[in-house]
């Protein structure tokens, strides 16, 4: 049959046996002379080859050599109508569109994924429309739970899939009606599958984004209060003397007795006030918020979605102890914090800098909780208030 030989080429051309090297690959060029620089630039070909999260994508390449073994084996026995033959057709193009986005030409290795996992439910959902009722009924556990994973409790379609399943329990036998039923529903379902995941890529493209500015703030902060150290000095006045994060003096001795005299609380505070004391408070913000992101882990469980949820929220919280940090002592000397307006030593002031940084944790706990939620809705065992509201039976009120 035309449906069998194309596939089966196509396979063949876009998916090398194992242990082999694509012909239009890096990896298939001819070595160099040089052993050594020819292994230094094949391991280079290498990462770039298999860029992308190597687990997933397999995953994702095992399903479709699946789906397409089960399509040939249901077309294999003789010719089909022709309406059966365009569906069987469009079935195996969308399977090679899915092995061609798994393949390692993309810059973006969590798009491909999408776009492969997109191709593959296309594929699947032509299946059903070509399997047998008795093949559509052995099928029907998967469908239902699927459906009642990503459809709302109120949805017409999962409410006549619920029906259809208690129908055939009973003993019913599908009918081509309800495969039709089935068969939109898990549409339906699938494309809001995608729209959790591609929700998830948002967060965490916002997160990264967020954290890239407060990164970039902070820098600039440390650099400007490095140029100009008296500008907005980080000092403290005890009563002994001036204190600030990396320099000290004592007013009232023999020494500073002359540099202090006649001059404002203010100018004492910039002539004290060192290059160092931004960048070293910012430094120890930043190593506090370290601590508690990965104190933060305990909490995390992960993704299993090829976006990186866990690290942008890691990431996040670095540049927020930084600022946090200096906020935080910026309060104090403003005395807004009353009976710690002033500190003793450049040790104290530090270790309020280690304090503000972890306490950063207070602010990024909201979008952490954002997060797990963000993440549980894309589906899955792990239960969330979100799901349990939709997916379970209402409670007698």
């Known amino acids: 049959m035309e449906s069998n030989s194309t596939p089966s080429d196509s396979t063949s051309s876009t998916s090398p046996p194992s242990g082999a090297t694509p012909s239009n690959s890096p990896l298939s060029a001819q070595p160099p002379t040089d052993s050594r620089r020819y292994g230094r630039a094949q391991a280079r070909n290498l990462r770039r080859y298999e860029r992308g999260q190597w687990e997933l994508r397999e995953a994702l390449r095992s399903r479709v050599i699946e789906l397409e073994a089960l399509l040939k084996s249901k077309t294999a026995p003789g010719p089909l109508a022709p309406c059966d033959q365009v569906l069987a057709d469009q079935a195996f193009e969308s399977l090679d569109e899915a092995k061609r986005a798994l393949g390692h030409e993309h810059g973006r ?94 967060f965490a493209y916002i997160v990264f984004g967020v954290t890239a500015a407060l990164a970039v703030i902070a ?45 404002s609380l203010d100018q004492m505070y910039a002539d004290v006030a060192s290059q160092w ?18 104190a933060s882990l305990r909490r995390i469980h992960g993704t299993s979605t090829p976006y990186n949820v866990p690290v942008a929220l890691a990431l996040l919280k670095l540049p927020t102890g930084a600022l946090t940090a200096l906020l935080g002592l910026l309060l104090m000397r403003g005395e807004f914090i009353p009976g710690l307006s002033a500190l003793d030593s450049s040790a104290q002031i530090i270790a309020w800098a280690v304090i503000f940084g972890y306490a950063q944790q207070l602010f990024t706990r909201f979008v952490d909780n954002q997060a797990q939620l963000v993440l549980n809705s894309v589906g899955g065992p792990v239960t969330n208030p979100g799901k349990t509201t939709r997916n379970s039976p209402a409670q007698p009120g």
């Open 219 to 263: 820098t600039l902060i440390a650099l400007a209060g490095a140029a100009s150290p008296g500008t907005v000095p980080l000092c403290f006045n005890p009563g002994v003397g001036i204190v600030c994060a990396t320099a000290t003096s004592t007013a009232g001795t023999a020494g500073n007795g002359d540099r202090f005299a006649g001059r």
């Open 277 to 294: 004391d931004y960048p070293v408070v910012e430094l120890v913000g930043l190593v506090a918020a370290a601590v508690a992101a990965a």
């Open 109 to 202: 290795p969590a798009a491909h994924i999408a776009v492969a996992q997109t191709k593959l439910d296309v594929a699947y959902i032509i299946l059903l429309r070509l399997l047998t009722l008795q093949d559509v009924t052995a099928h029907l556990p998967g469908i239902v739970a699927f459906v009642k994973e990503h459809l709302p409790l109120g949805d017409e379609r999962r409410a006549h899939v619920d029906e259809i399943a208690l129908s055939v329990r009973a003993g019913d036998t599908l009918t081509e009606n309800q495969r039709e039923v089935l068969v939109d529903a898990s549409t339906v379902a699938h494309q809001v599958h995608l729209k959790e995941k591609l929700r998830v890529r948002s």
